[in-house]
């Protein structure tokens, strides 16, 4: 390792970002659009370093890497350890590539309160790589926990005219899953003797005991990643979260929750994972349909989405639990597909919705007529959504499905079913939205992309086609990674060879 | 140096504060309500010295006058919680004294008084030097909650502590009599070496045991005993509930967990299902009767119940590791108090003082710091991490996990949930709700500057949490070695 700290580095920055924003002086409008320069440039920056990171990363081993560690409280033996491996360095870059983006959406929709705005993103940014590159359970805890704060604030001061409710719902939800997780990680502690995660990975429990602590685990990352059945809060926060929110919420907090199973419950507790196996696939499938069916029936474009993100994180945790090779990267995959393409819709969403201030599917229809990059726009990341070959969310499901498969076919054909009914809700409400004839008279003068929103869009599309046309940088990173999970959960790696799509 | 005079000096603090206090008395006798505002600074300046003479004292335990008194790491660690408590709490009462007619010296005198009844409780190591101790703080406590004397509400919470505190020390004193005739001994040195090996526990004396914990209980205000504690705080001048829910409480939750640990440390298994089963009410209660709050400080009241529950789980755990816990917790909890009071003592519209929550609307726009200040110790209280309040809660459940009392820590997380949903609905009210009115400015420089220092601890505990941890560590070691 070379002696820069690139991990703190990238939590540093947007923390050092934050505080040039609280000195800036002058009026509301020199201070609004000083602090809109300084997250962008904060998030930019940070977003190239995470690039440096990736870049740097070496795929050939599953050790942890630009490993840092310095004692923080000593008595219990807690250090400030953070490190990454193919798992967590994909998603630190998936965090910094949708902050600026972020911010760029936000740069005319959010007029009130822009320093605060700027403040909660930046550091969310910084709470968010923290907890991909932790390796301190203690110090995970406290980025995964303090994350709710400026979410909260997010939600409640900038949202939708629920928002209340919304915020509440998002924060108290959210809370009682950590602090079960909590008390597993000290009980684990308790048998261990300590707060790291790689000694803590190659520790055995009980059998008895791991499946306690794993059902506290999964209380919190269920709730996170949101399964059924309490993934109710995730329609509320969407739709009352600013666009903005909307997107790092879709595409970087409901990850946490896959990454905390295959970072904790997969090597930490294999019996246990074996043992619920079954529950997690039964709750994924039965996501993956209800929430497709729920999503056919929305009226609300944002809700519509939000309920699109349930079905496709229960790919993701079917995957995550097959314990093949094909599924866990297929699960990784379809999580950057769904944080790119889910923020991406919700982008969408929000480019009319700034122009129209409704998110009523009924009040739109026949965009095309006056928005045709938009519509092309839309229609790129409502086919990823779909899983058309070509774009990620192809690769992702394809994956997952080839994993499940080989662990059984009947939640295969299940999970398969939810392609389907995706496909439907997807078309249909790009028929109704785009398609059609321009009747409404206000619509008639509705404007096409600003250059501003297609800055926003380019790297979008060009991630998903990325991912969908040559996913090998991407897969490459995570193979060392994902053999070495296999072999500490299921104790062995399975012999199938990964065929690229 | 004779045994006499080696006494004396370990009590020296003590004595230093009775002395000081008389001399206040008189000055104050002689000067007049003229002088009230110099008193205030004078008592600061007294316990700073006590503080001082404290921070002096050798750290090992020494037993002095026959027993009674002890002197050792974790009467140090408490006693400087509590002169803090009381320094503090005097500052931040400054500017409402002076505009709701509260300026006269007793007060400040009255404070030095029952800040030295809480030294003499802390280091008490027999019933007796204890029940003296309590009573010299409650007595001083009944007069400065009802030191308004012209309002209504704060005679009346005088008058209620006066009732159901009385109460309470008759059953710890008859307690404390039950415990002497089943023993035939006061002190707790005696009483713990009485207990030591596998001795038959005489019942009585049991009977005895529950009623000092139910009297010390209600000393914490913990359920169900916390009657009184919503009515006095809302009651009592401002300034004095700051006092209340920091000094005495600490003061007495070090007394319950040297009585608990140190006489009867034996009898674990006899007191430890009681502890449990208050800190569990006390938890609950605290959280789910908060919710229904719309005056500030009666939410404070049920806020600081839950908080004496979770102090309690370090304590049912019996260990060193959890009286360890139960030390920094009191420490935090002095900070996000003091702070959280504060910012209530700034809560001042036309010049009157308000209380409700709904007058902190929109507070995030009309004051920003003040509510950024507030918003953290909210969160802090709530326990979310990195804020110290995280910590507080950390340090008592690792114990309690340790020592296997998994379901108490599952209630208690729980019930943390429970209690979260109120302290961020002050959060909505500042931040999400459209502004009220704005309060009077400029708020006083004391205030400002305990709000400086109070938010600065809860927020940036995390990065240097060690020497704080380290004196807790000691206190602990010193209770149970």
Redesign the interface.
């Known amino acids: 390792m070379d002696g820069l700290p690139l991990l703190s580095l990238l939590i540093g920055l947007p923390i050092a970002g934050t505080l040039c924003m609280l000195v800036v002086r002058g009026d509301t409008a020199v201070v609004a659009r000083n602090v809109r320069y300084i997250a962008l440039w904060t998030s930019l920056i940070t977003f190239g370093l995470s690039i440096l990171l990736w870049i740097s990363f070496d795929p050939s081993t599953a050790d942890f890497q630009f490993v840092e560690r310095r004692p923080w409280i000593p008595d219990y033996g807690i250090n400030y350890h953070l490190g990454v491996d193919g798992i967590s360095v994909l998603l630190i870059v998936l965090s910094a590539f949708l902050i600026p983006l972020c911010i760029i959406a936000s740069w005319d929709s959010i007029t009130t309160r822009v320093r605060e705005y700027m403040i909660a993103f930046l550091m969310l940014e910084a709470l968010m790589i923290g907890v991909f590159c932790a390796l301190d359970f203690v110090l995970f805890y406290l980025f995964f926990e303090a994350m709710l704060i400026p979410m909260f604030l997010i939600i409640g001061v900038w949202g939708g005219p629920r928002r209340v409710y919304a915020a509440f719902k998002f924060f108290l939800f959210t809370l009682v899953g950590s602090v079960l997780l909590l008390l597993a990680l000290l009980a684990m502690y308790f048998q261990a003797g300590t707060t790291d995660i790689p000694t803590l990975m190659a520790t055995e429990f009980a059998p008895e005991l791991q499946r306690w602590l794993w059902l506290a685990l999964f209380a919190s990352f269920a709730v996170k990643v949101p399964m059924w059945p309490v993934h109710t809060w995730l329609p509320d926060a969407h739709v009352e979260a600013p666009t903005a929110g909307s997107v790092i919420l879709a595409g970087v907090l409901l990850k946490m929750g896959g990454y905390g199973f295959l970072r904790f419950s997969l090597p930490m507790l294999p019996d246990a994972t074996a043992y619920f196996t079954p529950l997690v696939f039964t709750l994924s499938v039965v996501a993956i349909i209800y929430t497709s069916l729920v999503a056919l029936m929305q009226e609300d474009m944002k809700k519509l989405i939000a309920y699109s993100s349930v079905a496709h994180m229960g790919f993701v945790t079917i995957g995550i639990f097959t314990l093949t090779t094909q599924g866990i990267e297929g699960g990784m995959v379809q999580m950057l597909s769904h944080g790119v393409v889910s923020g991406a819709l919700f982008l969408c969403v929000g480019v009319v919705y700034d122009r129209m201030h409704s998110r009523l599917i009924a009040r739109y229809g026949g965009l095309v007529h006056r928005m045709p990059i938009y519509a092309g726009v839309f229609m790129v990341f409502m086919l990823a959504s779909v899983g058309l070959p070509g774009t990620s969310g192809f690769v992702g499901e394809f994956l997952v499905l080839t994993g499940a498969f080989q662990v059984s076919t009947w939640v295969t054909f299940l999970a398969t079913t939810g392609i389907v009914l995706g496909a439907a809700y997807m078309l249909w409400l790009y028929r109704r939205v785009i398609f059609g004839e321009l009747v409404r008279e206000d619509l008639k003068s509705i404007v096409d992309l600003g250059r501003r929103e297609i800055l926003i869009f380019a790297p979008l599309v060009l991630v998903v086609l990325w991912i969908g046309i040559y996913p090998d940088p991407f897969l490459r990173v995570m193979h060392a990674t994902v053999a070495h999970l296999i072999t500490q959960t299921a104790g062995t790696v399975s012999t199938a060879e990964l065929e690229l799509p | 140096m004779s045994a006499f005079a080696n006494d004396l000096s370990l009590a020296a603090p003590e004595i230093w504060l009775a002395l000081a206090g008389m001399a206040m008395l008189m000055y104050a006798a002689f000067r007049g309500d003229r002088g009230w505002r110099e008193s205030v600074w004078l008592a600061v300046g007294v316990l700073a010295v006590a503080l001082v003479i404290l921070a002096d004292r050798p750290m090992m335990t020494v037993a002095a006058f026959d027993g009674l008194f002890v002197s050792d790491g974790f009467a140090m660690f408490m006693k400087q919680l509590v002169l803090i408590g009381g320094m503090a709490t005097l500052v931040a009462g400054l500017g409402y004294m002076k505009r709701e007619g509260m300026g006269r010296p007793e007060y400040a005198v009255l404070i030095v008084f029952a800040t030295l009844g809480m030294m003499m409780m802390i280091s008490a190591n027999d019933l007796i030097a204890l029940y003296v101790g309590l009573e010299l703080q409650s007595l001083s406590l009944y007069v400065v909650a009802s030191f308004q004397r012209d309002s209504l509400r704060s005679t009346e919470a005088g008058l209620k502590y006066f009732v159901l505190a009385a109460l309470s020390s008759g059953m710890l004193l008859y307690g404390a009599s039950l415990v002497y005739g089943f023993s035939g001994t006061t002190g707790f040195t005696a009483l713990a070496t009485l207990f030591e090996g596998d001795v038959a526990v005489p019942f009585g004396l049991v009977i005895g045991l529950v009623f000092v914990m139910a009297g010390l209980a209600f000393k914490v205000s913990a359920v169900p005993f916390h009657m009184w504690t919503p009515d006095v705080y809302e009651g009592a001048p401002t300034p004095v509930t700051a006092f209340f829910s920091v000094a005495p409480k600490i003061a007495a939750m070090a007394l319950f967990l040297r009585v608990m640990l140190q006489p009867f440390g034996e009898l674990v298994g006899d007191w430890q299902q009681i502890v449990i089963f208050i800190a569990i009410a006390s938890m609950l209660l605290g959280a789910f009767a908060a919710i229904g709050q719309n005056n500030i400080k009666r939410l404070m009241a049920y806020s600081s119940i839950s908080h004496v529950g979770y102090a309690l789980v370090g304590l049912a755990a019996g260990t060193a590791d959890g009286v360890r816990g139960v030390a920094l917790y009191m420490a935090i909890y002095l900070a996000m108090n003091v702070g959280t009071f504060a910012c209530i003592l700034a809560m001042r519209r036309d010049g009157r003082m308000v209380e409700t929550i709904t007058d902190l609307a929109g507070l995030?726009?009309t004051r920003p710091l003040l509510a950024l200040v507030l918003g953290a110790f909210m969160?802090s209280m709530a326990g979310?991490?990195?804020l110290a309040g995280?910590f507080g809660k950390?340090y008592v459940?690792?114990p309690a996990?340790?020592a296997g009392l998994?379901w108490l820590?599952?209630i208690g997380?729980?019930s943390?949930?429970v209690a979260?949903?109120y302290y961020?609905r002050i959060?909505?009210i500042m931040?999400?709700d459209e502004p009220a009115a704005a309060f009077d400015r400029p708020m006083g420089a004391e205030l400002s500057g305990l709000l400086l220092l109070t938010g600065l601890f809860v927020g940036f505990f995390?990065l240097l949490?060690?020497p704080l941890?380290?004196g807790a560590?000691q206190a602990a070691a010193a209770l149970m070695p």
């Open positions: 995030s726009r969160f979310i991490p990195p995280f950390l459940f690792l996990i340790e998994v820590t599952v997380v729980l943390s949930c979260a949903y961020l959060v909505k931040y999400f995390f949490p060690e941890l380290a560590e």
